[in-house]
């Protein structure tokens, strides 16, 4: 198992204004997924994938807004591997075609393990 990190997910009060900003001022795309929920942010010059979500209304600016997302293509199997080495990854979620889990680094930093790159029609 091979993870790779090509998705930081960034919390915003306005997903808006946040697309745009990134749009103008560094050539990335904007595209919604189909609920619009979240924003994909794409570089034609390729890189990481910048993902937009709506910040909870108790997030702070100032607060560590960025999670990192680390593609897996079997997110299950990426859990029991992580947990044979003391990463215990919480509960998968399922989402348009894909899975993701989450957990937290040494510091408190939010990270994620997610199939949406291997999900049909992305």
């Known amino acids: 198992m091979r993870p790779s990190l090509n998705r930081i997910v960034l919390y915003a009060k306005d997903v808006q204004a946040t697309c745009a900003f990134y749009e103008r001022?560094?050539?990335?795309?904007c595209e919604?997924?189909?609920?619009?929920?979240?924003?994909?942010?794409?570089?034609?010059?390729?890189g990481a994938i910048i993902m937009v979500h709506q910040a909870g209304k108790g997030l702070k600016a100032g607060q560590a807004s960025v999670k990192l997302v680390f593609d897996v293509e079997d997110v299950e199997g990426f859990k029991t591997h992580c947990a044979k080495q003391g990463l215990e990854f919480g509960t998968s979620h399922?989402?348009?075609g894909y899975s993701f889990a989450n957990a937290k680094d040494?510091?408190?930093n939010p990270i994620s393990i997610s199939s949406r790159r291997f999900a049909i029609g992305r």
């Open 94 to 96: 399922q989402a348009d």
């Open 106 to 108: 040494p510091a408190g």
């Open 32 to 46: 919604f997924d189909a609920n619009g929920r979240i924003a994909e942010l794409v570089s034609p010059h390729g």
């Open 25 to 29: 001022h560094f050539e990335f795309e």
